[in-house]
């Protein structure tokens, strides 16, 4: 098996390379820094410019599966230039892919995973969302996840079995959300959000890569949520950060307003509850390493040596 991945520098990306090299996996992938490509047995980067519709399509040789994870930050203030650089990112992205694949013809491509984003469900503190919710949140972020999700299956018309990986928070010290939300609590400033009752579905970075190479080599297609299978709310997330760093929480809760003048419209992404399943990745046969908010952050914070003994089990083959 030889995949294609675009994004493969990135938090997440580089997760799914180090797997994919542990379970011999061979790997293109796409840089847009001709200063990043690397050429080495069974690891081999090439050149590609989406914003100018550029691609070296020698990356598609030998390629049976595709893992898309382009995309700009969300996590930058919502300007007008900033929103359109972060639909633009991702649809020109798969638009580039698919465009290319066209011109090339005869290929080795069966599938495509792409990465998309919890935060298209609908802002609620009741609701319970699995995949088959159709309902798409009133906010910026529902709208690019929409769009992204509708250029994923642009590439069934070219019989190419697509796969969507609807990501929540991503808890790493490697980067994304988490270190910015330890680093008041390191520092004794530490608080909730708002009410602190908004739901957050999270997932560890390692459970996540894992998914991504599930769903690849299980040749799964659909819709998937990759969430641990239990969500914490805001207050809990909070309360487990500063339990696994040892520092108290002595502040009151931080009010929206006071975010909102900080951030603009991009405060949403602190406010936004989305309590989300992961029932159906679990159903298929996929078996959490960390299902639970406490142990994945004493994992990330307190563990050492590298791996625990069950992601030993699972360097080695011997768990899925």
């Not at 995309?71 to 300007?79: A, H, Q, V």
């Not at 013809?105 to 609908?122: E, R």
């Not at 490697?174 to 004794?188: F, N, S």
């Not at 159903?283 to 307190?302: M, Q, T, V």
């Amino acid at each position: 098996m030889k995949v294609l991945i675009t994004g493969a520098t990135g938090l997440v990306g580089r997760e799914i390379v180090n797997l994919c090299k542990q379970n011999k996996i061979s790997v293109n992938y796409l840089t847009t820094n001709k200063d990043k490509i690397v050429s080495q047995k069974d690891f081999n980067g090439f050149y590609w410019n989406p914003e100018n519709n550029e691609i070296d399509a020698n990356c598609f040789n030998g390629v049976t599966t595709i893992i898309n994870l382009a995309g700009s930050s969300i996590s930058k203030r919502w300007t007008r230039n900033n929103k359109k650089k972060i639909l633009n990112s991702r649809v020109k992205s798969l638009r580039t892919l698919l465009g290319a694949i066209s011109k090339i013809g005869v290929h080795s491509i069966k599938t495509i995973v792409s990465a998309s984003a919890i935060g298209i469900y609908p802002n609620s503190l009741s609701q319970y969302y699995k995949e088959e919710v159709e309902e798409v949140d009133d906010s910026f972020l529902g709208e690019v996840v929409s769009i992204w999700e509708k250029e994923v299956d642009a590439f069934e018309k070219l019989n190419i079995q697509t796969a969507k990986i609807r990501i929540g928070l991503v808890m790493s010290d490697k980067g994304g959300a988490l270190p910015e939300m330890a680093k008041p609590v390191k520092y004794y400033v530490g608080a909730a959000i708002g009410s602190g009752n908004q739901w957050q579905s999270w997932i560890h970075l390692y459970d996540l890569g894992r998914i991504f190479l599930y769903v690849i080599l299980k040749d799964l297609s659909g819709i998937y949520n990759a969430v641990a299978p239990n969500p914490v709310t805001n207050v809990k997330l909070t309360k487990e950060i500063a339990r696994v760093l040892q520092r108290p929480l002595i502040l009151p809760h931080i009010p929206k307003t006071l975010i909102r003048l900080g951030l603009g419209e991009m405060s949403y992404l602190l406010f936004a509850s989305q309590r989300v399943s992961s029932k159906k990745i679990e159903d298929s046969g996929f078996d959490f390493a960390y299902p639970n908010i406490c142990r994945a952050l004493e994992n990330i914070y307190l563990d050492k040596g590298g791996y625990t003994a069950r992601d030993a089990l699972y360097k080695n083959g011997l768990i899925p």
